[in-house]
């Protein structure tokens, strides 16, 4: 089957076949392995990418089903070429250990503050508890996202 | 949050130790630019997977792979007929048993490896690898140890010539006599009996390899999601009979290991072997089932301790019986003359002359293991048992747990202090730590909260542990994995221009050792950690190690890494006396730079040393400023705390919810301090999980329950309670910076004190136990059984 789909802004047409899972289109198709597999089973959430702006879990979704339709992943997270707030927020606050959580984690954080730009501790930890993390104990990602929505809301004010 | 007791000697531009140094290996991470095993694609790569059993204990009548050869894209069905031909049908562990490759008679858990599919495509493979026809003959599934043992059960290596029970081994340690001596000296006797119930460390990747075997020059390119990739090389040259120089084992960046990449897995070999036959590269990486059903298991030990106890309060004397259930293969990777590990630790922090410990491991239909999860070699069990017996102890005796405990600490003045099962605890002060821990909780307030709470119908409960930890295995002489002594090393070139590189036989999985290592070098020769690149996880451009586990990167690994630095300091010392003109003797060193004694002004840095090594040696002295050390530590190293946790249990359902949970570590001086306030929320993290929902059971005929993360549940940020860290340090005297290690000292001391909490809040009603993990239906038949209910 055709599809079209916008990967970070860029727009890829290929055939593939129906049963082509969206996360192997991604990783396998495009190149872009910063989108991980974890579990097959919509658990762990390392597959996690934005589409719409929405995080969903691309291990359980056909890549038929993003016909047409806007994914951002992990290479999408640079702004102008720099480290966007969230990333920068991981860095600094030791928010990943093995890094092979992060990309989701960051992906989910980055689409919490766009709909809540001032998250409760609560809001995050609900937001990110689709996505497993084995290393951190989680702590150092909530702070990392709460550095980050800091970050973008004195940004918006200035 | 903690702050470090001990201020850096180096500024932040150096990034010494003690520097909370932000990490080098980010950069990658955050731009989804990780390199992990199954992010790498090779020309003409062919993919493989694996048709396994779905019974637990069978003979193997035939195996029918005409279907699966005949769907298109398929290149070959691997069998362990054929692994045969090549003498590669079995496989030793790292335990000095062996494991089947592709069974060939029998199938001895659910999930072994039976035959191999290889094919163009991944989806293709797995597709195929579902046509493999296997007809069995039906035999008794033995699920439990105990079963197991019993003199009718049937025999499931009987691939074993002089096997003849289930048992897989038996060990002691200790003095009997001595022992018996003190328990009839006993005024009371506090026995448990209790199961460290079977988990599996499940990190985020799963295992998976490319093998890439070059049939014009026999090279082998592994790249492999290893733990130890040295050590796997040698195993692999000694299985595989290829020639070692040709065997290179790439390990890239690992999505976290905790043990489960230390063991070797079929899918490893089969898929080395396939390339070699086929002469193209050959994927394999695990789905997550197959990771939860087949690899590296963790705990499944019975234990049964006893204290004997004197009324006013001291502890004279421990026995220990404990079985272990090892599954089909003894697959973990235990020192060859250890083998339960370093379960004997299990004495604790207490001072008393007499312990016996007896182990029996044994043979079962589960898959096999077991390894030490975030553990170094099974002190996770043993602190658990002694911690939670600590507890009872002085409930049976009606004293408070922390005044117990604080009656029988060794006392920090008895270091070194030697242990009755022969450890040689190298430095500690537990009274400090653990009063510590007792103030930022606040722990009369929460006792007394306690009885008001039961007045109000509210389950309050408050739990300790006081752990302490053996890691960095060896002293090699003692310790060794299948021969191979525990030694690490370190290899440090500095280069003209004064940046360096490291090379290290250890491989990090999360631990940062991209950022730690070079802050010890840093720390040694003022070179800025940003100058100085690690290397580690390439069997080519490394030197030998045994890996990462047992938190043995930082006490073995990072001594190397300090020793070195200090060998070539001492060469620099030969340069700078040449190009200052002044005896070696007159100089004096500072951060960095040679000084002549008096005469600060007359200095040269390390940088212009280094170049001098490379364009103007001394006359007498070799160029270069190079060197290797390969350190066999003198002792191991006893990271030690107290970890206190709160609960509230509701009386109705049994649920509990941690309230507070404090932290007070001991690793010795700190490298990075933010990276071991990291490593400890991850490993309490895993303490709860265990004490709460982490399990891989199984029912009666040999079916794993937890074969995916919707049964085998970890905890997620919605469930993990929060962490109150903090600290004292007390540095180890024989690592040349006085750093013990941190990577497990949290899963190892946690999950009592969770446990302890949870009994403290039910132990007026005469609850004495709770059996991990602890869900609330077990505390609330816990409540209901001992209310008589």
Redesign the interface.
Known sequence: MNITVTVNGMEHTADVEPRLLLVDFIRTNLGLTGTHIGCDTTSCGVCTVLIDGTPVKTCTMFAVQANGRSVTTVEGLKQNGELSAMQQAFREHHGLQCGFCTPAMMLVGTALIEENPDPTEDDIRWAISGNLCRCTGYMNIVKSIEAAAETTREGAIS | MTTTEHKPHTSSEIGGLGHSR??V??????????N?V??I?LPKMLHMAIHRSPLAHARIISIDTSAAEAVEGVVAVVTGELLAGYNLAWMPTLSGDTQAVLATDKVRFQGQEIAAVIATD??VAQDAARLVEVEYEDLEPIVNPQRSLEEDAVLIRDDKEDQTSNLCFEWESGDKALTEAAFAKADKVVSLETHYPRSH??????CGIIADVDSATGQATLYMTSQAPHAHRTVFALVAGLAEQNIRIISP????G?GNKVPIYPGYVVATAASLVIGQPVKW?E???ENLISTGFARDYYMKGELAVTNDGRILGLRVDMLADEGAFYADAQPSKFRAGLFHIVTGSYDYPAAYVTTRGAYTNKAPGGVAYRCSFRVTEASYLIERLVQNAAYELGMDPAEFRSNNFIQADQFPYHSPTGFVYDSGDYETAMRKAMEMVGYGDIQAEKEEARKEGRLVGIGMASFTEVVGAGHGEDYDIIGLKMFDSAELRVHPTGKAILKLGVKS????HETTFAQIVAEELGIPAGDVKVVEGDTDNTPYGLGTYASRSTPVAGAATAVISRTLREKARKIAAHLLEASEEDLEWETGKFFVAGDPESSVSIQDIAFAAYTNPPPNVEAGLEGVHYYDPPNMTYPFGTYIVVVDVDPESGQWKVRRMVAVDDCGVKINP??V??QI??????GFAMSSMQHITFDETGNCLGS???DYL?P???E?P??ELGETVTPSPHHPIGAKGVGESATVGSPAAYVNAVVDALQHMGVQNVEMPMTADRVWHAMQEADGG
């Open positions: 932000r990490r290996e980010d950069a990658r991470f955050l731009e989804g630019r990780g992990y199954d992010d694609t991944r989806y460390p499940a990190p985020l990747e799963t960046d690992i999505g976290g905790f990486v789905t997550r089932t999985q999360g631990q940062g933010m990276i306030e990291g929320q991850g490993g309490l993290t895993e995916n993360f919707t970890v997620t940020a919605w993990t929060r962490f």
